[in-house]
């Protein structure tokens, strides 16, 4: 009897992880010296209810943290957050003007080609392990600012 109440719980975990799907994961490549970077990419919670990312680890770096931007003053500022929520059947983008995961106090340099491990813990405990690309850094801001221009684009036609 305690064999199927395991393997039911396990068969529920499973199921309920399956439902969070991450695309287009990369980390930013840094060159020698600099001892932070940051991992992008978009979460879809293709589940019925909203799901919260309460923490992330890896072992290439001393510590791996949630991360935001926001307007302050003027000044765009780059701080920690506790959690990110994925908000049931949606996307939530981890793009440099937004959510991503921090890396901090790097062991060595990342360089493009490599593969990064990070892993996410949900508020329920499941975790979900991603393996994304080393990419250079101008291949994201490339991205970025050609999303930027589309939407100002969109904007002036409106």
């Not at 969070?20 to 932070?36: D, E, F, H, Q």
């Not at 939530?92 to 890396?103: A, I, K, Q």
């Not at 491990?117 to 508020?123: E, V």
């Amino acid at each position: 009897m305690k064999k199927l109440i395991i393997l039911a719980l396990l068969s529920v975990s499973t199921l309920f992880a399956s439902n969070i799907k991450i695309n287009g994961a990369y980390v930013r490549a840094t060159p020698p010296g600099l001892p932070n970077t940051a991992a992008f990419m978009t979460v879809v919670n293709n589940s019925a209810q909203d799901r919260t990312i309460v923490k992330v680890s890896s072992s290439i770096a001393k510590a791996v943290e949630l991360h935001t931007h926001d307007m302050s003053n003027g000044m765009m500022r780059m701080y920690q957050v506790p959690k990110v929520v994925l908000t049931k059947n949606a996307k939530t983008l981890f793009e440099p003007s937004g959510y991503h995961v921090m890396f901090i106090g790097l062991h060595k340099p990342l360089k493009i080609g490599e593969t990064v491990t990070f892993t996410f813990t949900f508020k329920n405990g499941d975790t979900q392990t991603v393996t994304a690309p080393v990419k250079s850094v101008m291949s994201g801001m490339n991205h970025n600012k050609m999303d930027h221009s589309k939407m100002n684009h969109m904007n002036h036609n409106n």
